[in-house]
T-cell receptor, first 113, second 114 residues
Framework: KAGVTQTPRYLIKTRGQQVTLSCSPI?????VSWYQQTPGQGLQFLFE???????NKGNFPGRFSGRQFSNSRSEMNVSTLELGDSALYLC????????????FGPGTRLLVL | DQQVKQNSPSLSVQEGRISILNCDYT??????FLWYKKYPAEGPTFLIS?????DKNEDGRFTVFLNKSAKHLSLHIVPSQPGDSAVYFC?????????????FGKGTRLSVIA
């Protein structure tokens, strides 16, 4: 079975721009969660989608949004990028809800200049 | 308020010896705990998990111990190998309380010295 895939793997943007990241979960997995990782901060939960519905949202500003499609693929969008948004964005999928074991993709490294 | 804490940011161990990574949690609703390993520029890889109905789970060289009364879990790696050098994250969730995503600690960097 193919693992979680994320595209693109690397991205450079400038302040004020917006960005869309994509995640394809493991086949059969219905839950997709997104995390932001910055040095020294561990994995900060962004949001979780299950069957196209947002089930949980972390403590991030409204500039961060996401969605899930009927095939369980998910996208996250960040608008009006700030320098502090530079991070590794990780997507994880799980069979059922997000409290189950999650399997991570390789991440998208975003650099905001 | 950090609900999952890994108080040691780093740990160095000699090859062949035991590595013990520790994790504390504060939320008594947590009933499912996981350990992930992460190499640079890769996503975390699931290692081992434990449900709160158990106090120990073993998988090869990896054993996780759970002490519910102390709200503490630990990951033991025996014997440690140079390839185990990575950042280890502890995570917890409340499966039975429902609708709670995984909460991660900040990680412990393990260096296994040959």
């Amino acid at each position: 079975k193919a693992g979680v895939t994320q595209t693109p793997r690397y991205l450079i943007k400038t302040r004020g721009q917006q960005v869309t990241l994509s995640c394809s979960p493991i086949s059969g997995h219905r839950s997709v969660s997104w995390y932001q990782q910055t040095p020294g901060q561990g994995l900060q939960f962004l949001f979780e989608y299950f069957s196209e519905t947002q089930r949980n949202k972390g403590n991030f500003p409204g500039r961060f949004s996401g969605r899930q499609f009927s095939n369980s693929r998910s996208e996250m969008n960040v608008s009006t990028l700030e320098l502090g948004d530079s991070a590794l964005y990780l997507c994880a999928s799980s069979l059922g809800a997000a409290e189950e074991t999650q399997y991570f993709g390789p991440g998208t490294r975003l650099l905001v200049l | 308020d950090q609900q999952v804490k890994q108080n040691s940011p780093s740990l160095s161990v000699q090859e062949g010896r035991i590595s013990i990574l520790n994790c504390d949690y504060t939320n008594s609703m947590f009933d499912y705990f996981l350990w992930y390993k992460k190499y640079p520029a890769e996503g975390p890889t699931f290692l081992i998990s434990i449900s709160s109905i158990k106090d120990k789970n073993e998988d090869g060289r990896f054993t996780v111990f759970l002490n519910k009364s102390a709200k503490h879990l630990s990951l033991h790696i025996v014997p440690s190998q140079p390839g185990d050098s990575a950042v280890y994250f502890c995570a917890a969730s409340g499966r039975n309380s429902g609708n709670t995503p995984l909460v991660f600690g900040k990680g412990t960097r393990l260096s296994v010295i040959a």
